[in-house]
Each structure stands twice: as structure tokens, then as C-alpha cells.
């Protein structure tokens, strides 16, 4: 007895706790179940924004600002060892730009009409012009017409005041094509009274019997002729006279003035000051770049939404599925991943970079890990006063020249679209040495990106290095005849053949003293320009990029869905897309 007496104290005291503990439990539960429904669901991690959802990598096993946390995917500091010459292109000293006339090409004293006269007036930003003057050159050539300083687009998207003289040394052009086309500054008044030519269109990639048949009648008739929204009019097949009359006024006769040079050569000096070489890097991650391509960058509903209210500029475009534009190579790179493609290629930590890009999407957290990658990061506001870049700041032309002054003259150019600016800054460098032009190899790179975590650095580093082959500006990596003249200009590049078969025999000489030791360097001599690409591989040169396409809605007069005047682009307010991504 005295035992269950001892026993029932211990028990009330238990009963009384069971509801507080049930109550805590409870509780528990509750605030359980409450923060389970806040979290983000398993699936939802490919909605977070770009910048949240960059992968977690390692640069170099280091810590603090270094690091990106992780194990696996390891990103030495110096990119990996390198089985080539990062900073030039392979038998590029046996190829040159050559575009003289030949002796069968008469002097335009001998040819010119006098009674003939020929405008042109261009359209998009700086390069999509470029393209239109140096074809406008030809076109006077085969109509033997006396050519009219070009019009530059004042009315575009980019509103700018500029005209020919702002940008380009109009002198130097005029004397430079003397023995090519006459070029006058302006139309010779007619009557006492200023001139009004006739206006008129040609169709894109006009042929030379096109311009005889279309515009030589006109011609006889009026004297006098003005072709609007002059862009892409002229053929990429031409005969090689022709051709290399193009590489003439591309390469030598448009010359940016004084000014210009001056400030775009200072940029490049302070460059260089920072460093032995340096990379150039069109980044083209703009928004606008990104709502025209229809690709999606796992921003979730944000991203949607911001995207789409810049594509309602465009009320003809239909977007495609964004993985399949992905699956095909049309989507820019992120940053960052142009930062590991960089760095899979051999660039190592130290090197230096200079962007030229307008505004990034996402900002300075989209920018991240490509500045993490690259520490040396610069663009012209931050190698240049804001007291210095004032002349120019309202001009986005002028902007634009000098961040092509520098691309230009970087060792390495990368490119990450395929615009205008792209296809001539492509070409430039291969007449002028075949210096390193890298253009992401989208189409193979996408899987490798998307799959990177269940590789190794080195897995990486090697499948990055054999998809680029045929991208990299390579001396002959890309059939003549290929692409945009302006992007492969090959009637105008010429191969020393002997300087060659010397080089090949010496190397053979060399090889035989010391196998083992030159047996890379014999490779590198004897091997197929093309670095072992196969034809399956070769670059799709063919497929039009996004200012064309838009273009040839224009052409059909789908441009808004309506038929449109030709002749009065402001009959809509709809920015064009080959002025908003040429450049």
C-alpha cells in the first residue's frame, strides 16, 4: 500500500504536463508546416533570376572573393595549359590582305558618266551603315555613276545627328577612290536650284545585272538617284575586281577622323600600359539583344515580363521555343559563361579585358562572375574621364567608333552575336594578319554548359577546345565564298605559297634532328589550316542572323503588319531591329 501511495503523486504530476507538451508540439507543427509552404518548390530553382542562379564554381582553390564555392568543377587560375600560341593565329604570317586593281580594271576617269549621279542613304546604327557605303561604292562603280558622299541614318533608333564628316575623313575618302569611283560631297545645283534626285528601292543582295536592270533606266531618265534604307542591297557574289574594290574601300578608304583616332588610339595605349596583350569582349548581353532572341535565362516571371514589353516593339516577330533557339545556337552567352569559355581556351586569371557593351541585363550581378573570372575588367568609363569622352558621349556612332578602334586593334576579339559590328571587325582582322577572332561555337557549347557540373575541369577544358576549332579566325577555317563578304572577305586575302613550302621543308629538317622535341611545331606548320575541323563542323555561315531576318519583313512590306511607303521610314515609330542590334 504504502508503495502505490508513493506512486499516484508522480502520475497526477505527468497527467497535469501531457497538455502543455501536446500544446508545444502542436506548435511546432504548425510553424513547420507554415515555413514549408514559404519555401520554393524543388523545381522552382530554374525560375531564379540569372544572377541567383549562376553555378557554383572554384577559381583557383582560393577563398574570399575567389571563391564560388565548389568542389568539383575547379577553375585553375591559369585556364589550363594551352597546346597553342593563345595570342595568334597558326600560319598566319603566311597570309595578307591584297586588294589592287589589276590592269584589266580601267580608271573611273575612263568609265564615269558624267550625266550620271548616285545617292545613297543609309540605315541602322555605325556598322550596319558601313556596310551600306562601301556597297554603295560598288554600286556607282557598276552603274558608272559619279558617286554622292553617303547620307548617314539620322532618324533611327540611336538618334544621331552625325553625318559623314563627324565620323569619317570625307577628304581622304574622295582622293583614296579616285582611281576607283568619283565621289563629290554633294549633288551640282540643276537649273540654278539645288538638285532633288529620284528615290527608290533595291532589293537586298542586288546582283550587278539587278542594279543595271533596275536602276541604270532610271538612271538614263533622271540623272540623278537616291536608293533609301541602303543596308545589305548588294550581292556577296561579285566578280573579284569587284570584290576587292569593296575590301579597298572597307579596309583603307573609310578612315574614322582625327579626332576619333586620337581618343580610340588612346584607349588602346592605356590598354597596353596594363598589360602586354589584352582581350576585346563584345559581350551583346543587352536587353534588347536578349527580348529579340527569344531566349530565356531562368529569371522566372520577372524576366518574362520585362522581355516582353521590350518585344512588343516588334509587332511582327514571332518568338520561337527559347530551349529550341537555345538547342540552335542563337542565344548570346551568359558572362559567365564567356568567362569559362575564356578560360577553357587558356586565358588565365591575369589577363586583361576590355568590354565594349552597352547596358548589361541584370547589371553589375549578371557581370559577377565573369569579373570574378577576370579581375582586370575594363571599358572605356573606366580608362577614360568623364571630361575626356564628353565630345562624343551624345553621339552614339562616335561611341561606337571607338569601341571598334579598340576591338580592332586587341589581340584577341570575342565576339558573342553575330552582328554588323561582328561580321567587319570578323573580316578586318583576317585582311590585317588573321589576328585571333574567337566567336562561341553556341550550338555545341549550350550542352556542354548546361552539363558542366558532372564534369571535370579538365573533361571541360578539352571538349570547350575542340568545339571552337574553326571559330578562332584561323587562316582558312571557313570555304571562300562562305558567308558575309564583309565577315569573310577571301578574294582578298592572298597565301604565300613558297614562304610556306620553305617554312614546311625546314620544319621537316628540324623534325628529323629532334623528334620528340618539334614535333608540335612540325604539326603546327604541316596541319590543314582548319585545325582538323570536318565539314560537318564548319561554322552554318549560311544562317541569317536577326537584323536580316527583320529586314526581309520590311522587304515584303509586313513591317507593323501593313504595307508601308518605302520612302518615309517615320511612317512608323516601331524601332527596327537592325538599328537596335546591329552594333
Same mark, same amino acid.
Given at each position: 500500500?504504502? @508503495? ?399 569601341? @571598334? ?54 573533361? @571541360? ?23 558575309? @563578304? ?98
Amino acid at each position: 500500500m504504502s @508503495f502505490q501511495r508513493r506512486r499516484y503523486p508522480y502520475y497526477n504530476r505527468l497527467r497535469r504536463l501531457l497538455p502543455l507538451v501536446f500544446a508545444v508540439s502542436l506548435s511546432l507543427l504548425v510553424l513547420f508546416a507554415f515555413l514549408s509552404f514559404l519555401a520554393p518548390h524543388p523545381g522552382d530553382s530554374d525560375r531564379l533570376p540569372p544572377r541567383v542562379r549562376h553555378t557554383s564554381i572554384n577559381i583557383g582553390g582560393g577563398s574570399g572573393s575567389d571563391s564560388i564555392k565548389s568542389a568539383a568543377f575547379r577553375v585553375p587560375r591559369d585556364g589550363g595549359r594551352s597546346d597553342r600560341d593563345v595570342w595568334r593565329s597558326r600560319n598566319a604570317e603566311f597570309f595578307c590582305g591584297c586588294s589592287n586593281a589589276s590592269t584589266k580594271f580601267p580608271n573611273s576617269k575612263a568609265v564615269t558618266r558624267n550625266d550620271r549621279y548616285l545617292a545613297i542613304a543609309t540605315s541602322g546604327g555605325l556598322n550596319q551603315q558601313r556596310t551600306g557605303i562601301v556597297d554603295a561604292v560598288v554600286a556607282a562603280r557598276i552603274l558608272n555613276a559619279t558617286l554622292v558622299v553617303p547620307k548617314l541614318d539620322q532618324k533611327s533608333y540611336w538618334k544621331d545627328a552625325s553625318d559623314f564628316s563627324h565620323i569619317f575623313d570625307v577628304d581622304w575618302f574622295v582622293s583614296f577612290l579616285s582611281d576607283d569611283v568619283r565621289v563629290v560631297k554633294q549633288l551640282p545645283q540643276k537649273g540654278g536650284r539645288p538638285w532633288s534626285p529620284s528615290r527608290m528601292r533595291v532589293p537586298r543582295k542586288c546582283n550587278e545585272r539587278c542594279y543595271i536592270n533596275r536602276v541604270l533606266p532610271v538612271l538614263h531618265k533622271r540623272h540623278a538617284v537616291q536608293l533609301n534604307k541602303f543596308d545589305y542591297r548588294l550581292s556577296n557574289k561579285l566578280s573579284d575586281e569587284l570584290q576587292k574594290l569593296r575590301c579597298r574601300v572597307n579596309y583603307h578608304a573609310l578612315k574614322f577622323t582625327d579626332p576619333i583616332l586620337k581618343m580610340g588610339n588612346e584607349l588602346v595605349r592605356r590598354m597596353r600600359l596594363r598589360s602586354k596583350h589584352f582581350i576585346a569582349l563584345h559581350l551583346r548581353f543587352e536587353p534588347d539583344m536578349l527580348a529579340f532572341s527569344g531566349c530565356y535565362y531562368g529569371g522566372g516571371d520577372k524576366e518574362r515580363r520585362e522581355l516582353a514589353a521590350i518585344r512588343r516593339r516588334w509587332k511582327t516577330l514571332h518568338i520561337n521555343n527559347p530551349e529550341k533557339q537555345r538547342r540552335q545556337g542563337r542565344c548570346p552567352l551568359t558572362p559567365e559563361e564567356v568567362g569559362l569559355m575564356l578560360r577553357a581556351l587558356g586565358y588565365g586569371s591575369d589577363v586583361h579585358i576590355y568590354v565594349a557593351s552597352g547596358e548589361v541585363y541584370g547589371g553589375e550581378e549578371s557581370l559577377a562572375p565573369l569579373k570574378a573570372l577576370f579581375p582586370h575588367f575594363y571599358s572605356k568609363d573606366t580608362i577614360a574621364t568623364k571630361e575626356e569622352l564628353e565630345p562624343f558621349a551624345s553621339y552614339s556612332s562616335r561611341m561606337a567608333a571607338l569601341d @571598334f578602334l579598340v576591338c580592332d586593334e586587341s589581340d584577341v576579339f570575342v565576339t558573342n552575336n553575330n552582328g554588323n559590328m561582328a561580321k567587319i571587325l570578323a573580316g578586318r582582322r583576317r585582311y590585317f594578319g588573321h589576328k585571333p577572332t574567337v566567336r562561341p561555337n553556341a550550338k555545341k557549347l549550350y550542352r556542354l554548359f548546361l552539363n558542366k557540373e558532372n564534369t571535370t575541369w579538365e573533361e @571541360f577544358t578539352s571538349r570547350v577546345r575542340s568545339f571552337q576549332r574553326g571559330f578562332m579566325g584561323e587562316p582558312k577555317e571557313v570555304r571562300a565564298g562562305r558567308g558575309e @563578304f564583309h565577315e569573310n572577305p577571301s578574294t582578298c586575302i592572298c597565301e604565300d605559297t613558297e614562304a610556306k613550302a620553305k617554312a614546311q621543308i625546314e620544319s621537316r629538317k628540324l623534325g628529323k634532328k629532334n623528334k620528340s622535341t618539334n614535333k608540335d611545331t612540325a604539326a603546327a606548320v604541316v596541319t590543314v589550316p582548319n585545325d582538323g575541323q570536318s565539314e560537318e563542323d564548319e561554322p552554318d555561315w549560311s544562317e541569317p542572323d536577326y537584323e536580316e531576318e527583320q529586314s526581309d519583313l520590311q522587304d515584303r512590306g509586313l513591317y507593323n503588319g501593313t504595307s508601308l511607303d518605302y520612302d518615309d521610314p517615320s511612317t512608323s515609330d516601331e524601332p527596327e531591329l537592325e538599328e537596335m542590334l546591329s552594333d
